[in-house]
């Protein structure tokens, strides 16, 4: 009996039989660490990369939205800053005016209510430490507050506020 009439014999073709054997081979190959080549390694990463094609497109398409999103951010903190910067400089200005203002006003014999003269001192201590804070000079201002809270502390002593009723 020849190997073709056996295989055919237990229902196998020549064809079968190789294909079953090319099997067993590549079982054979993938296991022993000396073969550098891993054909089911192989087979299982080229059909992992072709179910994973859309995912990865997609997920490239993501990162794309993601730095156009970033860099949307950006821009906008960048001008939220600068709206800060302009703003915090108009608030400076203004309560330098009023500190010069009311320094003005007390030094032309002015008088003012107590809680007038606590406004306003708050509003040194606040402009004082925002411009040591940012490094910024202060200059002629500083004559205008040392003036404010010696006229301040002279009226403390001397009780000498305005009354609500001398208005």
Same mark, same amino acid.
């Given at each position: ?13 020549s ?22 080549w ?13 179910f ?5 497109? =997609?997920?490239? $398409?993501?990162?794309? %939205?993601?730095?156009?999103v *970033?860099?949307?951010? @950006?821009?906008?903190?960048? /001008?939220l ?18 500190i ?25 201590? =606040?402009?004082? $430490?925002?411009?040591? %804070?940012?490094?910024?000079? *202060?200059?002629?201002? @500083?004559?205008?507050?040392? /003036? ?20």
């Open positions: 009996m020849s190997f073709s009439e056996y295989l055919n014999g237990i229902g196998l073709s064809v079968s039989f190789w294909g079953i054997m090319a099997f067993v081979a590549s079982i054979g190959i993938e296991v022993v660490p000396k073969v550098k891993s054909p089911w390694s192989a087979l299982f990463k080229w059909i992992g990369s072709k994973n094609d859309r995912i990865e497109r =997609k997920v490239s $398409e993501v990162d794309k %939205k993601i730095d156009s *970033n860099k949307k951010v @950006e821009e906008l903190q960048s /001008e800053n600068n709206h800060i910067k302009e703003s915090e400089m108009t608030n400076l200005l203004e309560t330098r005016r009023d010069l203002e009311f320094a003005n006003s007390c030094m032309n014999k002015k008088k003012h209510t107590q809680e007038q003269y606590e406004f306003i001192i708050e509003r040194c201590d =606040k402009y004082e $430490e925002y411009i040591e %804070k940012n490094h910024i000079k *202060n200059g002629v201002i @500083e004559s205008a507050i040392r /003036e404010v809270r010696r006229l301040y502390d002279k009226c403390r002593r001397e009780n000498a506020f305005l009354k609500e009723e001398e208005d």
